[in-house]
């Protein structure tokens, strides 16, 4: 079940688009060749049954929601429009969902993100969403990590072969059979003594991405 509702509403057109596209989509994604690097920053975190904040690129997100289907994370997705169309895919895919961003319904949502990790679960966030800049990180995660005690994981993703959307976030789409780099960075933690300064420390924990992101073959 997910934490916090949605007000959102799929028209019947929608729905259907829906439901084409994940078939398409799955057929694709199928075909798509995962090369992982630093796995073992992702394992030794499990290894330690530790809750901990997978943080990636909102651009990023489909091939990363594909990779680590069927594991039971909640994912926190806006409340837009759009947002409904990935909840209802990342839902089908297996995960959990938070509902809420930076823009509407924020305080249900950072509460919700604390209670997943506090309660022992893995929670997956995209700091630049729900609307950008692109890139540009925002503190939520951090407030959410200072409150439960629980370290961030950074994720990138980067396709050989790849469309991508007109919208702000450039949305990587891999074509058939494309090869999926995904990089892990270090955990890490954040370390403050009220939500405040945890915030404080975004420009750090952006430049951790941007490492992690260029690792992966992204941005120059």
Partial sequence: MSRGGSSSVLTRKDRAALTAGGAVLR????????????????????DQRRPFIFSLWHGQLLPLLWHHRDQRIAVLISEHRDGELVARLAQSLGYRLIRGSSTRGAGRALLSL???????????????????????????????AQRSNAPILPIAAHASSAWRLGSWDGFLIPKPFAKVTVVYGAPTEVVADSPRAAAED??????????????AGGVT
């Fill in 27 to 46: 057929s694709i994604a199928h075909t798509w060749r995962y090369e992982v690097k630093n796995a073992a920053a992702l394992e030794s975190l499990r």
């Fill in 114 to 144: 604390v209670r997943e990790l506090q309660d022992g679960n893995e929670v997956a966030v995209t700091p630049d969403g729900p609307k950008g800049p692109a890139f540009k990180y925002a503190p939520g995660a951090l407030v959410a």
């Fill in 202 to 215: 975004a420009e750090r924990f952006e430049r951790l991405m941007m490492a992690t992101t260029r690792e």
